[in-house]
Nanobody, 123 residues
Framework: QVQLLESGGGLVQAGGSLRLSCAAS??????MGWFRQAPGKERECVAT????????YYSDSVNGRFTISRDNAKNTVYLQMNSLKPEDTAVYYC??????????????????WGQGTQVTVSS
């Protein structure tokens, strides 16, 4: 069983930055990802990263503004969010896909999820 703990969410003005972190209790070979869900909307993939960190995926809405990275020695994945917009407001979740080397976009393929951290961007 893998437990995930997200941190770094909060309230920020439009144009500002936040850095999310997600620490895993244990982490073998796995893909990791960040997803988000706004009120009344479906959960969407924001960014994912392969086990080695060499392959990443970004949604069109965040590409060029967000950066995903990981530190396997610390069992941690990060999401650096710059130039934040009000439409980025959502609960952000990190997720782990066991035994995976690539970067995967499909939420249903992930095995473990964190409890979520709220990001609110004011205009």
């Amino acid at each position: 069983q893998v437990q995930l703990l997200e941190s770094g969410g909060g309230l920020v003005q439009a144009g500002g930055s936040l850095r999310l972190s997600c620490a895993a209790s244990v982490l073998s070979t796995s893909a990791m990802g960040w997803f988000r869900q706004a009120p009344g909307k479906e959960r969407e993939c924001v960014a994912t990263i392969s086990w080695s960190g060499g392959s990443t995926y970004y949604s069109d809405s965040v590409n060029g503004r967000f950066t995903i990275s990981r530190d396997n020695a610390k069992n941690t994945v990060y999401l650096q969010m710059n130039s934040l917009k009000p439409e980025d407001t959502a609960v952000y979740y990190c997720a782990v896909k066991r035994g995976a080397f690539g970067a995967y976009r499909l939420a249903s393929s992930y095995d473990y999820w964190g409890q979520g951290t709220q990001v609110t961007v004011s205009s």
